[in-house]
Nanobody, 120 residues
Framework: QVQVVESGGGLVQPGGSLRLSCTAS????????MGWYRQAPGKKRELVAR??????NYADFAKGRFTISRDNAKNTVTLQMNSLQPEDTAVYYC???????????????WGQGIQVTVSS
């Protein structure tokens, strides 16, 4: 059993900043990658940023404003979001891709989602 838990989020004014954190815990042998996705009302879930041991990928809208970082020892990923705009309003989801200890297989898990609202 693996749990993925997000924290942070909330209400911020346009131009402001927020920091999201996510921790995966449980029967994890090793972490493959962690990432953030978001889903606005009436829209599909989309990638925001993802980080692995070898690469970091950002959606075009996140480049230059958002920074993803990872603490491998704690299986934690953080998303620093700056210069937020109303169009960034969405539910943000953390995804963890990992290898289980038992049974030996690769899987992934999602957090419950956390609301980010950008409004004056």
């Amino acid at each position: 059993q693996v749990q993925v838990v997000e924290s942070g989020g909330g209400l911020v004014q346009p131009g402001g900043s927020l920091r999201l954190s996510c921790t995966a815990s449980g029967n994890i042998f090793s972490m493959v990658g962690m990432g953030w996705y978001r889903q606005a009302p009436g829209k599909k879930r989309e990638l925001v940023a993802r980080i692995t041991a070898r690469s970091t990928n950002y959606a075009d809208f996140a480049k230059g404003r958002f920074t993803i970082s990872r603490d491998n020892a704690k299986n934690t990923v953080t998303l620093q979001m700056n210069s937020l705009q109303p169009e960034d309003t969405a539910v943000y989801y953390c995804n963890a891709e990992f290898r289980l200890a038992t049974p030996p297989m690769q899987s992934n898990g999602w957090g419950q989602g956390i609301q980010v609202t950008v409004s004056s």
